[in-house]
């Protein structure tokens, strides 16, 4: 079975601080992998992909991915109280058979 | 642009009865792939479809089906509905199939289902 591992959650962190958001995958053979914020009774919405090791930055939003370690993690500097909201990791390998998501981890920024 | 669009929004049906979802992609887009949202199992890939075929499925039984039209809207169906049926079923758009790399989807509002 393959997974995608999050911690539940809930993560607070005042406002203005850094959210560090954590995921590893089982599947050595996933090769692309997401990021979705999902507010309450919402859709998930794309934040941000990433497929080669190491960081990329979008804003306020930095994903670092670590193949060998299957690790991906998300960093949200400057956090805002309107981040809250509920933060799925998801890991894809090139067939697209596998497009498996974490269980999500559920943020609250404190204002 | 328009986003990806599902319908209904909202929808109770009643066991042994199917239903049938309807999901209009974001325009120009090819890909249309299907998910199955619960408390408890979380979001779980259902099928995928390419230009008008089904290109990857996940693990469901075969009462879950679909199908894409030539304009790439695409619809699934439930038969035999059962109570466990009852979720949040939501699609996604994406430009390219997903066994491309660097390829991302978009999800629509979702439709959530309620099965009595």
């Known amino acids: 079975q393959k997974e995608v591992e999050q911690n539940s959650g809930p993560l607070s962190v005042p406002e203005g601080a850094i959210a560090s958001l954590n995921c590893t995958y089982s599947?050595?053979?996933?090769?692309?992998f997401f990021w979705y914020r999902q507010y309450s009774g919402k859709s998930p919405e794309l934040i941000m992909s990433?497929?080669?090791?190491g960081d990329k930055e979008d804003g306020r939003f930095t994903a670092q991915l670590n193949k060998a370690s299957q690790y991906v993690s998300l960093l949200i500097r400057d956090s805002q109280p309107s981040d809250s909201a509920t933060y799925l990791c998801a890991a894809r390998d090139n067939y697209g058979q596998n497009f498996v998501f974490g269980p999500g981890t559920r943020l609250s920024v404190l204002p | 642009k328009a986003g990806v669009t599902q319908t209904p929004r909202y929808l109770i049906k009643t066991r042994g009865q199917q239903v049938t979802l309807s999901c209009s992609p974001i325009?120009?887009?090819?890909?249309v792939s299907w998910y199955q949202q619960t408390p408890g199992q979380g979001l779980q890939f259902l099928f995928e479809?390419?230009?008008?075929?089904?290109?990857n499925k996940g693990n469901f039984p075969g009462r879950f089906s679909g199908r894409q039209f030539s304009n790439s809207r695409s619809e699934m169906n439930v038969s035999t509905l059962e109570l466990g049926d009852s979720a949040l079923y939501l699609c996604?758009?994406?430009?390219?199939?997903?066994?491309?790399?660097?390829?991302?989807?978009?999800f629509g509002q979702g439709t959530r289902l309620t099965v009595v």
């Open positions: 325009s120009g887009h090819r890909s």
């Open positions: 479809y390419f230009s008008e075929t089904q290109r």
């Open positions: 996604a758009s994406s430009s390219r199939d997903l066994t491309t790399l660097n390829t991302e989807a978009f």
């Open positions: 990433i497929y080669s090791n």
């Open positions: 599947d050595r053979g996933s090769q692309s």
